[in-house]
């Protein structure tokens, strides 16, 4: 076990350490690299099977990926606020038919909480208190990650509120529920499957 969790350490810093090699400072850089993001999580997952023979998960390069994204698009924000532009709006990416599949919501969880936190995703469980792994500013970080990922907002309460890792996946998909373009899958069953 300790093996996995340093493996999945020193992934995840090639990484970001690689993420961060692509200099980014302008919305413009910011932009052309989120529209290569998948050429981006092939380049990376490739430059380290090629290095070191490890088979990374794409998934866990994407979700990388996305979050360095998402901290760089943040920072230009705070940074200065952007200048209104006549632009076309974007729209909005589809929610998944899968949305109402809690292991699909436990998965992309687990993935935020281990990059805020040293825990491994072996250690992550359903009954799992939030508290045993991320302190409250740990939290509030992984609470906006997801609200990102997921498109949702969360109460603000949430931080005091929320206990266990099940209840929070519980939060998730009833904000899911709650956004005006969620579609509830066509065949339930195989949308909850695990």
Partial sequence: MKDQEYTLSILKMVINNDLENHHVETSQDLEHLESKRDQLVWEIATKIYTYSGHKVELSMVRDLVTIHLKRKRRQFSAAKPLERQERQPQPKTPIRSNVDSVRWIFLKTCSIICNYTDVNAHRVSMASRIADFADEKELTQ??????????????????????????????????????????PAANYESAIAI
């Fill in 142 to 183: 992984i609470l906006r990650d997801l609200e990102e990922v997921f498109d949702i907002k969360f109460p603000h309460q949430a931080t005091t509120q929320i206990k266990t890792v099940k209840h929070l996946v519980d939060v998730i998909g009833y904000q899911i529920k709650l956004h005006a373009d969620y579609q």
